[in-house]
């Protein structure tokens, strides 16, 4: 069932809204941004007329994407690596890139599950799989498995489960093998464990066992004329309204 669901995940790698009196601007964004951007780019259409097209899909495969082919006009990473990719290769405005939103790491089981276990050093993951695996985003390349890998090793704990992971190739795919019972735990954000309510949180990731989960987000040097309202828009606070529903942390965003 795992090698079925990731089949279908690859299909829905790249998610986009293309709607057909779409604005002439296009946003390629991390995948587990995919329901608050889409919000947010509905709230922009209200007040403009005019409604973004939004790609989402691994930070790693849009700005890759982005650097083979261009297509975008904005860039909203799920860390600071893939847009300082960009960036060192002059394929960013950089004086357009801010650090837009925070999140937090969370271990996620089925809504079913009875899972109860502390994070913390040395803590028993393996045992909490109960012969099953732990689904991630890809730890060599998307955001969301780095900083998992990360929090794990800090930990004590990666070696004990590093061959009893099945990789996502995003947070999103991540998640559904949980929501769907193929993984019985898994590591995903918070904000998109808030969002499928088929799991659960398990526990949340000390913030030290960790870089801190920042996304950026900037004009590509090709960005056209209208990019630039809606990359002001998502500072708004109708925007911020809507990140914070979804559980974000909005940056630079007042008491």
Known sequence: MLKRL??????????AISPAT????????AAS????????AKAYQSKTGTLPTLSFAASSVLARQIEASGG????????????????????????????LLGNSLVLIAPADAAVSIKIAPHFDLLGALKGGRLSLADPDSVPAGKYARTALTTLGVWNSVVDHIVN??????ALAYVARGEAPLGIVYAT????????HVVGTFPAGSHAPIVYPAALTRDA???????????????ARAIFEKDGFIVLGARP
């Open 168 to 173: 996502a190739e995003n947070v999103r795919v």
């Open 224 to 238: 056209g004329p209208d990019a630039r309202a809606f990359l002001d828009f998502l500072s708004s606070q109708d």
């Open 22 to 29: 779409a604005a002439g601007v296009t946003v390629f964004a």
């Open 72 to 99: 975008a006009d904005i860039f909203i990473s799920a860390d600071a690596d893939w847009m300082d990719y960009l960036d060192s290769r002059g394929f960013i405005a950089h004086d357009s890139r801010k650090d």
């Open 33 to 40: 941004l995919s329901d608050a951007l889409g919000d947010v």
């Open 6 to 15: 990731f089949g279908a995940g690859l299909i829905a790698a790249v998610l």
């Open 192 to 199: 998109d464990a808030l969002s499928e309510k088929r799991v």
